[in-house]
């Protein structure tokens, strides 16, 4: 400031070149502070939605300004540079927006990425009320790596009607999580317990699996659509699993030995012991008899239990039967999934001796009596099992009054005198001596 004096005492002049010079310093005082708080203000956080984009992807960039200064500053027009991503501009944050002291504001940016792969840095640009401009890089990640799916457990073969466990691990190989992701199996005559299932996220670099319970009516293609969303984006993949019908290598499989029969009167009776020959678990085992034979008596089903692999378990039927040409001896079971399995083996006990012959079938089915062959755990001709090399087809009990072709008692009567004789020579020696003794003491 600068006061000039006149000769002729011009204060007017003078009090007038005061105060001119007093406003230019005040105006340039209040713009340096102007420009000093719009440097306070700075970018405090950036979030991206998705994290990682795909080729084509729009997404969300969410950037924080905090003003750090002592005034409130306006803003206005917030941007992104980038020769890599496409920019929605619909003039959300064209007005003027200001943020106060100490305090922040947020803007939300939509943009599409463009291929190829890669990582790019983009600029994200604001202006100011006082001119001065706001820059800040971001970096941007492209990449249209899949993610990738697998089975990892399944039945060596699958059984017809018969629940078995698949499990499809879903990896997420990329660098950005992923959320929805939605698995849906499905093929032609084939049920999936369940129908469809949800996983709500998988994070980057790591993996999770799912497992359905598949029952197949006949062999087919078994695909899993995987569908999941990157950001708002919605993307695809499938794992095709052929279902091929055939036996399961690692079922239970029931092989009856020592069968034996014996009757009393109307009733007769069937013993024996199950072996558990194959790999898994027999759960609930149950002996009974089928048509034309009727369970009766003291033990109609007899309920052996569970059978651990290579153990063996013992059963006892009684029944009635009118017509012995043709008894069905039926032994069900479960497996760990709780699905039903059963054995039917059918014996010709018409003859006198107990020897029979026999047919034998196996199934999977809720029905026990049931004779179709299919179905794991099938004894048909097995070996050491009922019909099959080394194995035990059924037999009788011989009655001590019948006796076996044609012979009863009768067969038994030379050793039975034999040991009348025996008996009677025993008594009179022991006669003999008491005899000798009493003459002695006569005497």
């Not at 239970?252 to 790999?279: C, F, H, K, R």
């Not at 196996?362 to 794991?376: D, F, H, L």
Request: glycine content about 10%; hydrophobic content about 30%.
């Amino acid at each position: 400031m600068v006061s000039v004096a006149y000769a002729d005492s011009s204060t007017g002049s003078t009090t007038s070149s005061t105060t001119s010079s007093s406003s230019t310093s005040s105006t340039s005082s209040s713009s340096t502070t102007d420009v000093d708080n719009a440097a306070m203000v700075y970018v405090s956080n950036v979030t991206m939605d998705p994290e990682v984009f795909f080729p084509g992807d729009t997404g969300a960039i969410t950037v924080t300004l905090t003003n750090g200064g002592t005034s409130a500053i306006g803003i206005s027009h917030p941007d992104i540079l980038s020769s890599k991503l496409n920019v929605d501009s619909d003039g959300t944050w064209d007005t003027m927006s200001y943020v106060g002291a100490g305090s922040t504001i947020t803007y939300t940016l939509i943009v599409t990425a463009k291929p190829p792969d890669g990582t790019y840095y983009a600029m994200f640009s604001a202006g100011t009320k006082t001119g001065n401009s706001i820059h800040y890089p971001i970096k941007i990640e492209v990449d249209s790596t899949d993610i990738q799916a697998a089975i990892t457990d399944k039945p060596t073969s699958f059984s017809p009607e018969a629940e078995q466990n698949v499990t499809l691990t879903i990896m997420n190989t990329r660098d950005g999580d992923i959320k929805n992701v939605v698995i849906t199996p499905e093929g032609t005559g084939i049920d999936s317990y369940p129908a469809k299932d949800l996983v709500s996220s998988i994070q980057a670099s790591s993996s999770t699996a799912v497992t359905f319970g598949i029952i197949p009516h006949q062999a087919s293609n078994l695909t899993f659509h995987i569908s999941y969303q990157n950001g708002a984006n919605t993307h695809t993949t499938d794992v095709v699993l052929p279902i091929t019908i055939g036996q399961d290598k690692t079922a239970a499989v029931p092989v009856v030995n020592n069968v034996v029969l014996s009757s009393s009167g109307n009733t007769y009776e069937i013993t024996g012991d199950i072996t558990n020959a194959g790999v898994s678990d027999a759960k609930g085992v149950v002996v009974t008899v089928g048509s034309p034979a009727k369970g009766a008596g003291t033990y109609p089903e007899y309920a052996i239990g569970s059978i651990a692999s290579d153990d063996s378990g013992s059963f006892d039927v009684t029944f009635t039967c009118n017509d012995l040409s043709s008894v069905p001896l039926v032994v069900s079971w479960k497996d760990t999934d709780g699905n039903d399995y059963s054995l039917t083996k059918a014996h010709d006990l018409s003859t006198s001796s107990g020897t029979s012959s026999s047919t034998s079938s196996s199934t999977k089915t809720s029905s026990s009596s049931s004779s179709s062959m299919s179905g794991p755990g099938g004894m048909s001709g097995g070996p050491g099992g009922m019909g099959g090399p080394g194995g035990s087809s059924s037999s009788s009990t011989t009655s001590l009054f019948t006796g076996s072709n044609g012979s009863g008692i009768s067969s038994f009567y030379p050793v039975i005198v034999g040991v009348i004789i025996l008996i009677a020579g025993i008594v009179l020696w022991k006669k003999r001596k008491w005899i000798s003794l009493k003459l002695k003491k006569q005497q």
